[in-house]
């Protein structure tokens, strides 16, 4: 009976192999797929990590950190792109060393050029000015020759002194005209000559001076072209001189002695009289 169940058990297993082996040889299909594959990739490498951690653990007795790769390599990327940054920094800055070097230089040399032009410029108006004082020394040796050449002639020496006068050499005029005054004062030309040396003495500010020059030239209320202006210089003199009496006096013998006195001497004389605040 035991060996009847035996050999039953033995005919059940040598069929349960040879269904095995037909089955075996039926294709099956791949249960993993790419998927799949990638995540017991990503398993394995964590169970390696592990592996590590507890080994290090283990050898060092010391607490391990546990970074993942990826973080690493993220770290790894960031240290270079600060590297870049810094290569790059230093590069601009290079740069703008150079760049502010160049731009002293620029300025220094600016600086000193323009201190050299403000140095020509100034060289160049002492310059004119000497040369100035040189024609006007030479106009004025030239002139003074004139001068002594027509002294002791009334004529020439009034007609020199004019002439600076016209020219506005008023410093001038005014030694000339006063020589003039002193040597032929008695001459012709001589109440002429202090009527101009009065003119020139007005623009000297002297104006008790030349009231003075004016009195004697309109002495005897000359029929000359040049008395009414004369005249009219007197009462602008005594104004000046905070006379207003006395101007508004010498208005009245203006327009009494020469009534058709030129406009532009009567027109000056209105205005000199409303200054003066003289009664209508």
């Given at each position: 009976?035991?060996?009847?169940?035996?050999?039953a058990?033995?005919?059940?297993?040598?069929?349960?192999?040879?269904g095995?082996?037909a089955?075996?040889?039926?294709?099956?299909?791949?249960?993993?797929?790419?998927?799949?594959v990638?995540?017991?990739?990503?398993?394995?490498?964590?169970v390696?990590?592990?592996r590590?951690?507890?080994?290090?653990?283990?050898?060092?007795?010391?607490?391990?950190?546990?970074?993942?790769?990826?973080?690493?390599?993220?770290?790894?990327?960031?240290?270079?792109?600060?590297?870049?940054?810094?290569?790059?920094?230093?590069?601009?800055?290079?740069?703008?060393?150079?760049?502010?070097f160049?731009?002293?230089q620029?300025?220094?040399?600016?600086?000193?050029?323009?201190?050299?032009?403000?140095?020509?410029?100034?060289?160049?108006?002492?310059?004119?000015?000497?040369?100035?004082?040189i024609?006007?020394?030479a106009?004025?040796?030239?002139?003074?020759?004139?001068?002594?050449?027509?002294?002791?002639?009334?004529?020439?020496?009034?007609?020199?002194?004019?002439?600076?006068?016209?020219?506005?050499?008023?410093?001038?005029?005014?030694a000339?005209?006063?020589?003039?005054?002193?040597?032929?004062?008695?001459?012709?030309?001589?109440?002429?000559?202090?009527?101009?040396?009065?003119?020139?003495?007005?623009?000297?500010?002297?104006h008790?001076?030349?009231?003075?020059?004016?009195?004697?030239?309109?002495?005897?209320?000359?029929?000359?072209?040049?008395?009414?202006?004369?005249?009219?210089?007197?009462?602008?003199?005594?104004?000046?001189?905070?006379?207003?009496?006395?101007?508004?006096?010498?208005?009245?013998?203006?327009?009494?002695?020469?009534?058709?006195?030129?406009?532009?001497?009567l027109?000056?004389?209105?205005?000199?009289?409303?200054?003066?605040?003289?009664?209508?």
């Amino acid at each position: 009976m035991t060996r009847k169940i035996l050999i039953a058990s033995s005919l059940a297993l040598v069929v349960a192999l040879a269904g095995g082996a037909a089955w075996s040889q039926t294709p099956m299909p791949d249960p993993l797929d790419d998927r799949s594959v990638k995540r017991l990739e990503r398993m394995e490498k964590v169970v390696r990590e592990l592996r590590s951690i507890v080994f290090q653990g283990r050898d060092s007795g010391k607490p391990v950190v546990v970074q993942p790769a990826e973080t690493e390599s993220q770290l790894l990327g960031l240290a270079d792109r600060i590297v870049d940054l810094e290569e790059t920094l230093t590069a601009i800055n290079r740069q703008n060393e150079a760049t502010t070097f160049e731009l002293d230089q620029t300025r220094r040399a600016l600086a000193e050029s323009q201190a050299a032009n403000r140095a020509l410029a100034d060289r160049l108006a002492a310059l004119e000015v000497r040369t100035g004082k040189i024609e006007a020394d030479a106009l004025a040796d030239v002139e003074d020759e004139e001068l002594a050449g027509a002294a002791g002639d009334p004529a020439a020496e009034f007609a020199a002194a004019r002439k600076l006068m016209l020219d506005g050499d008023y410093d001038r005029a005014y030694a000339a005209f006063d020589r003039f005054v002193s040597r032929h004062g008695d001459s012709p030309n001589g109440p002429e000559g202090r009527y101009w040396l009065g003119k020139t003495l007005s623009v000297r500010g002297d104006h008790g001076a030349a009231a003075g020059a004016y009195i004697g030239a309109i002495r005897g209320w000359p029929k000359t072209a040049w008395a009414p202006d004369a005249v009219l210089e007197l009462s602008r003199s005594l104004l000046a001189l905070k006379k207003p009496a006395d101007a508004c006096q010498t208005l009245d013998e203006l327009a009494r002695r020469y009534p058709k006195a030129p406009a532009s001497v009567l027109s000056r004389a209105q205005a000199t009289r409303t200054q003066a605040k003289c009664a209508a």
